[in-house]
């Protein structure tokens, strides 16, 4: 199963999916993509680590996620945004090189035989960037999430909190 959580920032989707994820199991595991640039960011970090607790194990992968056997687990991914940030920045803001390892590494990843939760945000929600790159990136954003989306069996929008089921091939 592939549950894709998409919404704005701060719109409560990594909440949404971690109480989804210890709905489906009492040991989840915490895929983490971020990379700490800054002290402010290290301590965003922290707070999210200790609002999760002891029951979740958590791996820190910036970008080659398929390095881990995640068969029969429940698999929070969060998020893509700053997994994508990674490709992007490493690849010389290379758009289309970014893209293309980003969606081979995710097609190793749909292989595994688990339950993902991904995160990832709507970034054009959140207004019109003033820089080109960041224009850019937004719109390399889109085309990933379109991917995972049209990948999934469950999209759910998070809106101030509140989920919105997009999709859901599941329900027959």
Request: hydrophobic share 40%; glycine share 6%; net charge negative.
């Amino acid at each position: 199963m592939i549950h894709l959580i998409t919404g704005g920032q701060r719109s409560g989707k990594s909440l949404f999916a971690e109480d989804l994820a210890l709905s489906l199991s009492d040991r989840p595991v915490y895929l983490a993509t971020s990379r700490i640039w800054d002290e402010a960011h290290r301590e965003r970090i922290e707070i999210h680590k200790h609002r999760r607790g002891n029951q979740w194990t958590t791996i820190e992968e910036e970008k080659i996620l398929s390095l881990h056997d995640f068969t029969k687990k429940v698999v929070l991914l969060d998020c893509i945004t700053l997994w994508l940030n990674n490709f992007f920045f490493d690849n010389g803001e290379d758009d289309e090189k970014s893209l293309n390892e980003a969606t081979q590494e995710l097609e190793k990843l749909f292989d595994q035989n688990c339950d993902w939760i991904i995160v990832t945000n709507e970034l054009g929600l959140g207004g019109h960037p003033d820089n080109k790159m960041a224009m850019r990136f937004n719109d390399l954003q889109g085309s990933i999430n379109q991917y995972i989306a049209k990948r999934a069996d469950l999209v759910t929008l998070i809106i101030s909190g509140l989920p919105l089921e997009i999709k859901n091939t599941i329900r027959a």
